[in-house]
């Protein structure tokens, strides 16, 4: 897949199937926007196109909002590659983006620009100046610019609507395993294992403490994990995500116990990937009280009826997924 940084950089020979959206989390509503854009792709003879924006919108119109996303662009990529998406354009929200009318967007942008002869976006998509642009002024200028518009539903799952804040509500609860429904996947953090205080290693868990990348953490606690290392085989393992109250420590962090390995992870690549939540992070009266609570978390972990495969979109293979080590 092709990755175009601004619209304005975007060039092909004939028109495209294309999407709009933020996909923040690419989760099962996005998905099925990108299938139907997959889809008219296809049967038209059509490049598949994604035109999204970086930063956040929120934060071009909201700086200050207490504000955390899903997935890096570079997630959405992955994600969307897997999905069969041929370009994806990255724009940047700025003032000319940001300060465009709804006609305007749509005749300088989708019409011009990204030369869409089939557009897919969602129920609630919105566009233009203040958000004032909605699907149905989508189609009524589609109609006059010569390009179809496709408006699909909401995504029900439990009731309610699949949605990025609907997401976020629930990883922000501690509710992985709902979050991986919508996800289609675990959610999932990584960085470079770092040195810590040891304080694992002398009480018998070893940690590997990951200086995490992304912006959004899971409610502080205790988690079954599968971990990847430097892209081996994932192994399953306890997570701590918290402030280690037991040791007065007040930076938040997330540390990693591997089940069944020994060996150096300092400096190495990790991927963590949230599967369940075992139970709430709290301050213990002594360091054997912690190591008995420790091995319960472990033995949770260890007897968890949870498969090593999630999402049908994820490339990679059940027979390889073991507790094969890093």
């Not at 071009?60 to 909002?65: H, I, L, Q, R, V």
């Not at 909605?134 to 496709?150: N, T, W, Y």
Request: some cysteine.
């Amino acid at each position: 897949m092709k990755v175009v940084e601004g619209s304005r950089d975007f060039a092909t020979p004939g028109g495209t199937s294309l999407t709009i959206g933020n996909f923040d989390g690419v989760h099962l509503g996005h998905r099925e926007l990108l299938r139907r854009t997959v889809a008219l792709a296809r049967a038209q003879g059509l490049p598949a196109v994604v035109l999204t924006f970086a930063p956040h919108p929120i934060r071009f119109f909201t700086p200050k909002a207490r504000f955390y996303e899903i997935t890096t662009t570079e997630e959405k990529a992955e994600r969307m590659e897997e999905l069969g998406i041929d370009v994806l354009v990255v724009e940047s929200f700025t003032g000319e983006i940001g300060g465009m009318g709804p006609e305007e967007f749509a005749r300088e942008v989708i019409h011009q620009r990204m030369r869409a002869r089939c557009v897919t976006v969602g129920y609630d998509f919105t566009f233009g100046r203040n958000r004032s642009g909605s699907p149905a002024m989508l189609v009524r200028i589609g109609k006059q610019l010569g390009f179809s518009v496709e408006v699909v539903p909401p995504l029900l799952r439990g009731g309610a609507i699949v949605s990025s804040s609907r997401i976020r509500e629930l990883l922000l609860a501690g509710r992985v395993r709902e979050a991986e429904e919508l996800l289609c996947r675990p959610y999932k953090v990584s960085g470079p294992v770092v040195a810590g205080a040891a304080r694992g290693r002398r009480l018998g868990f070893p940690t590997a403490n990951v200086q995490f990348r992304q912006e959004l953490l899971p409610l502080p606690g205790v988690y079954v994990v599968d971990a990847e290392v430097a892209g081996a085989l994932p192994r399953r393992g306890v997570a701590n995500v918290g402030f280690n109250p037991t040791f007065g420590e007040n930076s938040l962090g997330v540390e990693v116990h591997l089940l069944d390995f020994a060996g150096d992870l300092y400096g190495r690549e990790m991927t963590v990937f949230f599967r369940d939540r075992i139970r709430d992070e709290r301050k213990f009266q002594s360091a054997d009280e912690l190591v008995r609570q420790i091995g319960t978390d472990v033995e949770f972990a260890r007897t968890a009826r949870i498969p090593f495969r999630w999402g049908e979109a994820e490339a990679v293979d059940a027979r390889r997924r073991g507790a094969g080590g890093p």
